[in-house]
């Protein structure tokens, strides 16, 4: 599903955040990435969902080398990973519904199609009744839950999560992590960048680690 083979990735001025990152992410599998702040987890997702590109090596996704994909059929390949950010990026003058049912209307489905997938999203993440109220009236753990919800609406093979549980107490860590093994049950693939060392140790999943831009500890999978 993800294949990075040595990758970096070097920003304007000369700092490199990614160098030398070589791993694979097979079809259904659930893995964390982990390691200190500005170690280049973000980055990496971020090559993943082509908001940013490699300065070397290469990015392979179910199959597609990154590179070769322009701007046009970018739109294209993103509709194939949901992307689920720690500050949730929910619109707050759109109901629940409109905010889950914005992934849908771009991809130009119907409205009933849109309904029933949108209400089908809702109810897995366990807000089907919130559908009507907007999203200042949630939790952050509500919060957290619509943006899952928009995320796997589109019904993606791959999901991206960037520090998902950040700003959430435990028990409700533990609730947001146990809603993407449910996804990775049902044959999606989950990366998780995630600071919750003992949390994510305590799933039992792969772990990958970054330090400065390179990975130092894979517990799982060959590069």
Known sequence: MIRFSDVSKRYPGGFEALSGVSFHLAPGEMAF?????????????????????????????????????????????????????????????????????????????????IGRRVRAALDKVGLLSKEKVYPITLSGGEQQRVGIARAVVNKPPLLLADEPTGN??????????????????????????????ELIRSLRHRVMMLEHGRLVADDGGRA
Do not use: W, Y
């Open 33 to 113: 990435l982990t390691g200190h702040s500005g170690a280049g987890k973000s980055t990496l997702l971020k090559l993943i969902a082509l908001i940013e590109r490699s300065s070397g090596g290469q990015v392979i996704i179910n199959g597609q080398n990154l590179a070769k994909v322009g701007r046009r059929k970018t739109p294209f390949v993103r509709r194939d990973i949901g992307v689920i950010f720690q500050d949730h990026r929910l619109l707050f003058d759109r109901t629940v519904f409109d905010n889950v049912a914005l992934p849908l209307i771009i991809a130009g489905h119907n409205h009933q199609e």
């Open 168 to 197: 959430l107490d435990p028990d409700l860590s533990r609730e947001i992590m146990e809603l993407f093994q449910e996804f990775n049950r049902v044959g999606v693939s989950v990366l998780i960048a995630s600071h919750a060392l």
